[in-house]
């Protein structure tokens, strides 16, 4: 597992920097299995590099630009991903175990299989990600943006229910860009659910009985931070 000199990593992020904008002297950075543990990378242009199998445990990858990345079985456990940018990047069977990526960007990523235990994903945005067999156990989801994410059969949730894609986890569900706890979604009026979209209350009157029903059988497992309200709400009426 070869080890680079930050002066060798700003090298290489330089010449990739020239590969991105099709420059002379470019060259696409590969760190297949480099060992990166606790590198500094924060706010480098790292898109479209192959990053496969690479160790980035405790990296600092703060507002890091790896769309398009290859992080295929990378090891990105308890790294600072805080506003990093990973639309589309390739994460499957990755380690981000106890990773901190709030407010990330991960549109379109494939996580499939990855280990998020732990992990921070507190207002992220997961739009469109492929989370199928990803572990969310203990994960914190808290204000993430999880419209037509595929869901993990866990933690998250999906169904396409004819014109719009519904997300669920323990406590929150989004159907289209509306994003609400479930116990609301329940208790809106009419006139609320008209107020979304000129569609939704012809669209409601079909479907909610029907993810009323979706729900009661197939629950969303809770995770870290919903475990912990989940808990409390029990704590509070004893």
Known sequence: ???YTPEELAQIIEKHQLWLDDE???ERAYLRGANLRGANLRGAYLSDANLRGAYLSGANLSGAYLSDANLIGANLS???LIGAYLSDANLRGANLSGANLRGANLRGAN?????LSGANLSGAYLSGAYLRGANLSDANLRGAYLLGASGNCREVRAVQCDIWPVT???ERMQIGCQDHAIAEWWAFSDSEI???DSRALAWWAVWKPI???IIAAAPAT?????QESAESKSAEIA
């Open 168 to 170: 669920y986890t323990a």
């Open 211 to 213: 993810l009323q029903a």
């Open 111 to 115: 996580l499939r299989g990855a280990n």
């Open 194 to 196: 008209a107020a979304m």
């Open 24 to 26: 002379d002297g470019g």
């Open 78 to 80: 308890d790294a600072n």
């Open 222 to 226: 809770p995770c870290g931070d919903q």
């Open 1 to 3: 597992m070869k080890t």
